[in-house]
């Protein structure tokens, strides 16, 4: 990795995507060889899904921030990107909210089938645990470091993050959620894997308590911040521009910020939380510069 800091998002973007992609897809070839036939094909499909891949970029920051400088982080982004996929995985099933694009390209249930897209996003959880324990050992972290990241990961990953998250979203499709209810669902479905992506960040680096606390806060206000702002991309934005489904949310009739405030109250909203989200690192003398320009980008990107 680069020495010198990005000089932009679209830098540290580019960096993730680089290094993650890279990664994912050795990964990819590595269980094509161990898992034989479509499960094997499927998994490398999904990670090899291409992505913006602001999660991993979060994580270089976050690691960055907290005083890390070892290029063997981007082990532990992957990790991050493999959790998503999976979850990307189950969200585009007929049974969630069934899509047929992801990216640009066909989704796995429409490239293979729904029960092999099943199985090989379950499948995907195991392959971020064993993603995050190679990343372990090439940053030379003691056992108990990676024992944190993983229960940070898995949890945010689970039924008190994103899988809870999307169960609420599921059960809240053609209601009307009031503001409390609607942030419960952003913040398990979106919300949480954000904010373990910098909380990753700083554990990798051994950060202290209040730098990692303000990471924690930090990545709490910019993954509400990236729903929302998601909310108004799928209400403005075209399905080229996006790469999926443009106007789903309608089509669900879900409950969405957009639905709840109109267009440019949540727009203004995701920018007011992008602020304060910079003010938790600035308080406690968190380097801002990756970590600002990230948050700036995650609501006012467009796709």
């Not at 890279?22 to 499927?42: F, K, Q, S, V, Y």
Request: net charge negative; hydrophobic share 45%.
């Amino acid at each position: 990795m680069a020495e010198a800091p990005p000089a932009t998002a679209g830098d540290l973007l580019s960096e993730a995507r680089e290094h993650t992609d890279h990664l994912l897809d050795r990964w990819a070839e590595r269980l094509t060889e161990e898992l034989a036939g479509r499960d094997g094909e499927a998994l490398a499909y999904a990670l090899r899904t291409p992505g913006k891949r602001v999660r991993a970029a979060l994580v270089l920051a976050a690691y960055r921030s907290a005083g890390g400088a070892s290029p063997a982080i981007a082990g532990v982004a992957a990790a991050v990107e493999t959790v998503h996929t999976y979850s990307l995985v189950h969200d585009d099933l007929p049974c969630m909210d069934d899509d047929d694009l992801r990216r640009g390209r066909l989704t796995t249930h429409r490239r293979f089938d729904v029960a092999t897209a099943t199985r090989a996003g379950f499948l995907l959880v195991p392959v971020a645990a064993r993603v995050l324990a190679e990343a372990a050992r090439e940053l030379e972290l003691p056992a108990a470091i990676l024992g944190r990241m993983a229960a940070e990961l898995f949890q945010a990953g689970g039924i008190e993050g994103m899988v809870g998250g999307q169960w609420l979203d599921l059960a809240a499709e053609h209601q009307a959620l009031a503001l409390p209810e609607l942030i419960a669902v952003h913040r398990g479905k979106t919300g949480a894997l954000i904010q373990a992506a910098c909380v990753l960040g700083g554990i990798a680096a051994e950060a202290t308590a209040v730098e990692e606390a303000a990471l924690t806060a930090y990545g709490e206000d910019v993954g509400l911040a990236f729903q929302i702002a998601d909310d108004v991309l799928d209400a403005t934005g075209t399905s080229e521009e996006l790469g999926k489904t443009a106007g789903r949310d309608a089509q669900l009739a879900k409950s969405t910020y957009v639905r709840l405030l109109g267009i440019e109250p949540a727009r203004a909203e995701a920018e007011r939380l992008a602020r304060s989200a910079v003010e938790h690192l600035r308080t406690a003398g968190v380097p801002t510069g990756a970590l600002g320009m990230l948050a700036g980008y995650i609501v006012s990107r467009n796709n």
